[in-house]
C-alpha cells in the first residue's frame, strides 16, 4: 500500500477482525477513523444494481461530483476497467479477500489523477444484505470533478494467518515409533 490513509484504514479493519477473516459490520467505530471518513465509503454487494454506495465520504462525493449514495459503484468506471472491478469486488465479497488498486481519473481539461482503492470485506451474516468498505484516496489534492475511472493495477491481500502453536504430547513409544498428539 503506498498511501497512508490505505495502510491505517487497512489497520483498523485488520485489527477488528481479530482471528476472523473479516470483521463484522457493526464492530465499526466511525470516530476511531475520524480523519479518514471523507474517503471511505460502504458498498452492497449487489452485482445487478452494479454495486450501489450505501454510504460514501464527503471528499469523494465531491471528487466525483454528486451525492453517491445508491448510485452504482462499477458505472464510475470506464468500458474495459468496469468488468475487471465487478470481479474484485466480488472476490473481495465472496472469498473474505481484501483488495487493494491503483486507479486514474480525467478532469475537464484531460489531466489525469492518480488514486489508491482499498476494498475490505465484512463478516457475511444470515439475513443482512452483504456488504463491503473501502476507501479511495487520491495522491494529490484537486478540487475538480474527475470522470472515468481507470483501474491500472490491482492485488489481492493476503492477511497473515495467525497460528496458534500447538503443544506436543507423547502418546506412545511401541517399537521405535513415536506418536504425538497436537492439543490446542
Not at 483498523?12 to 471511505?40: C, M, T
Not at 454510504?55 to 470506464?78: E, P
Not at 478540487?143 to 506436543?168: C, I, K, N
Request: charged residues 25%; hydrophobic residues 45%; glycine residues 6%.
Amino acid at each position: 500500500m503506498k498511501h497512508s490513509s490505505s495502510r491505517e484504514f487497512f489497520a483498523y479493519w485488520n485489527a477488528k477482525r481479530g482471528n476472523a477473516r473479516a470483521p463484522d459490520r457493526s464492530e465499526f467505530e466511525p470516530s476511531a477513523v475520524r480523519e479518514l471518513l471523507a474517503d471511505i465509503f460502504v458498498l452492497s454487494y449487489d452485482n445487478e444494481a452494479g454495486h450501489p454506495f450505501r454510504v460514501a465520504g464527503t471528499r469523494i462525493s465531491a471528487l466525483l461530483g454528486c451525492d453517491l449514495k445508491n448510485q452504482s459503484f462499477s458505472a464510475l468506471f470506464n468500458g474495459a476497467s468496469r468488468r475487471e472491478v465487478e470481479d474484485i469486488i466480488t472476490c473481495v465479497a465472496e472469498e473474505t479477500l481484501p483488495a487493494i488498486a491503483g486507479l486514474t481519473a480525467i478532469d475537464a481539461a484531460g489531466t489525469k489523477a492518480y488514486f489508491e482503492l482499498l476494498l475490505l470485506p465484512f463478516t457475511a451474516r444470515v439475513h443482512v444484505p452483504a456488504s463491503l468498505t473501502g476507501l479511495l484516496a487520491p495522491f494529490e489534492d484537486t478540487t475538480t470533478t474527475l470522470r472515468d475511472l481507470t483501474l491500472t493495477s490491482w492485488r489481492y491481500l493476503h492477511p497473515p494467518e495467525r497460528f496458534v502453536p500447538r503443544a506436543l504430547r507423547k502418546l506412545a513409544v511401541a517399537r521405535g515409533l513415536m506418536v504425538y498428539e497436537g492439543l490446542r
